[in-house]
C-alpha cells in the first residue's frame, strides 16, 4: 500500500487501508475499527469512509492508535483531519502552509505550488497569454499586457512558477511556449487553491461591470425555480457548456486575446430537507 503521506484526502487513505487488509488475508472490519475508536454507531466508519462524515477532532488519536500509526504519520493525519474541519479559506490557507513545510512529501509539494498558481488571477491569465505572445525576456511590456496591469517583478514570479510546474518551456531562442494548451485541477489541496482563485477573478468580475463599455463584456444573470431533479439538469447543461467552451479553445487558431469566464449556479431558498 502507499504511505500515507501520499494521500491529500485522509478518507481514500482509509479506504485503501481497508481494501489492503482484506487483499493480504487479514480483514479489518468498519465495526471493529469503530469499537476501537469508541464510536457507537456501527455504520459511522462506512460514512467516514464514503466520505460523508469527518472524522471529530477529538478521536484523532484514538484512530492514530487503532490504526498503529507512527508519531511523523498521526502528525500529518491530524492535519488532513484539520484541513477537512477548519472553516473559512484563512484557516484552511493556514493548515495547508503547515501540510506543506512540514511534510516535504511528493502530494504537498505539487500541491503548493499549485496552491500557488492559483493564488493569484493573473498567473492564470499570462498563462494563457503565452499561447499567442512571443515572450523572450521583457518582463515589463509582459505585464503591460494584463488588464489591469501588474508590475514586472509579478510577471517575473509567474513565469519562474509555472517553468516549476513544467506548464511551460522555453526554446533555443529563448522564447517561452506551453508546454500544454489545457490544465485541469485535483486532489484536496487543488480544491483549496481553486476556491480563493474563484473568489479572485470573481472579484474581478464586479470590476468589469465598471471598467469596460458594456459590448466589449458579457454579463447576464437567471433567477429560476427549480426541481432537484431539473437543478441536477441545470448542472449537467453547465458542465456541456464548460465543455464546449473548452473545445473552442483547444482548437482556435489566430489567437490575440485572453478571456475569464465565471458561471455560477449556487441555491438562493432553502432545501426541502433543511426546511423541515
Same mark, same amino acid.
Given at each position: $500500500?502507499?504511505?500515507?503521506?501520499?494521500?491529500?484526502?485522509?478518507?481514500?487513505?482509509?479506504? *485503501?487501508?481497508?481494501?489492503?487488509?482484506?487483499?493480504?488475508?487479514?480483514?479489518?472490519?468498519?465495526?471493529?475499527?469503530?469499537?476501537?475508536?469508541?464510536?457507537?454507531?456501527?455504520?459511522?466508519?462506512?460514512?467516514?469512509?464514503?466520505?460523508?462524515?469527518?472524522?471529530?477532532?477529538?478521536?484523532?488519536?484514538?484512530?492514530?492508535?487503532?490504526?498503529?500509526?507512527?508519531?511523523?504519520?498521526?502528525?500529518?493525519?491530524?492535519?488532513?483531519?484539520?484541513?477537512?474541519?477548519?472553516?473559512?479559506?484563512?484557516?484552511?490557507?493556514?493548515?495547508?502552509?503547515?501540510?506543506?513545510?512540514?511534510?516535504?512529501?511528493? &502530494?504537498?509539494?505539487?500541491?503548493?505550488?499549485?496552491?500557488?498558481?492559483?493564488?493569484?488571477?493573473?498567473?492564470?491569465?499570462?498563462?494563457?497569454?503565452?499561447?499567442?505572445?512571443?515572450?523572450?525576456?521583457?518582463?515589463?511590456?509582459?505585464?503591460?499586457?494584463?488588464?489591469?496591469?501588474?508590475?514586472?517583478?509579478?510577471?517575473?514570479?509567474?513565469?519562474?512558477?509555472?517553468?516549476?510546474?513544467?506548464?511551460?518551456?522555453? *526554446?533555443?531562442?529563448?522564447?517561452?511556449?506551453?508546454?500544454?494548451? $489545457?490544465?485541469?485541477?485535483?486532489?484536496?489541496?487543488?480544491?483549496?487553491?481553486?476556491?480563493?482563485?474563484?473568489? &479572485?477573478?470573481?472579484?474581478?468580475?464586479?470590476?468589469?461591470?465598471?471598467?469596460?463599455?458594456?459590448?466589449?463584456?458579457?454579463?447576464?444573470?437567471?433567477?429560476?425555480?427549480?426541481?432537484?431533479?431539473?437543478?441536477?439538469?441545470?448542472?449537467?447543461?453547465?458542465?456541456?457548456?464548460?465543455?464546449?467552451?473548452?473545445?473552442?479553445?483547444?482548437?482556435?487558431?489566430?489567437? *490575440?486575446?485572453?478571456?475569464? &469566464?465565471?458561471?455560477?449556479?449556487?441555491?438562493?431558498?432553502?432545501?426541502?430537507?433543511?426546511?423541515?
Amino acid at each position: $500500500m502507499k504511505s500515507i503521506f501520499e494521500y491529500a484526502d485522509y478518507h481514500l487513505f482509509l479506504k *485503501d487501508l481497508f481494501e489492503t487488509h482484506a487483499s493480504n488475508g487479514f480483514p479489518l472490519t468498519y465495526e471493529e475499527l469503530g469499537k476501537r475508536v469508541g464510536f457507537t454507531s456501527k455504520g459511522f466508519v462506512t460514512q467516514i469512509i464514503q466520505g460523508k462524515s469527518r472524522i471529530p477532532l477529538r478521536k484523532i488519536h484514538k484512530f492514530g492508535q487503532a490504526l498503529s500509526l507512527s508519531k511523523k504519520a498521526l502528525g500529518y493525519f491530524e492535519l488532513l483531519i484539520q484541513f477537512e474541519h477548519a472553516k473559512g479559506r484563512e484557516q484552511k490557507n493556514r493548515i495547508f502552509e503547515r501540510l506543506s513545510t512540514r511534510f516535504k512529501t511528493p &502530494v504537498t509539494r505539487i500541491g503548493q505550488d499549485k496552491f500557488d498558481f492559483y493564488s493569484t488571477w493573473y498567473y492564470s491569465a499570462i498563462r494563457s497569454l503565452l499561447s499567442y505572445y512571443p515572450f523572450k525576456d521583457n518582463y515589463t511590456d509582459l505585464a503591460r499586457q494584463l488588464n489591469p496591469s501588474i508590475t514586472s517583478g509579478q510577471a517575473r514570479k509567474a513565469i519562474g512558477l509555472m517553468e516549476r510546474l513544467s506548464m511551460i518551456r522555453k *526554446d533555443e531562442e529563448g522564447h517561452y511556449h506551453l508546454t500544454d494548451r $489545457m490544465i485541469t485541477t485535483g486532489d484536496n489541496a487543488g480544491s483549496l487553491a481553486l476556491v480563493n482563485y474563484q473568489r &479572485v477573478t470573481m472579484d474581478l468580475a464586479k470590476e468589469a461591470l465598471d471598467r469596460f463599455k458594456k459590448h466589449e463584456r458579457s454579463a447576464s444573470t437567471l433567477t429560476l425555480g427549480l426541481s432537484e431533479k431539473g437543478y441536477a439538469a441545470l448542472i449537467q447543461k453547465v458542465a456541456e457548456f464548460r465543455a464546449d467552451l473548452m473545445a473552442i479553445a483547444r482548437y482556435d487558431t489566430h489567437i *490575440d486575446r485572453v478571456i475569464q &469566464v465565471n458561471v455560477h449556479a449556487f441555491p438562493m431558498t432553502k432545501s426541502p430537507k433543511e426546511r423541515s
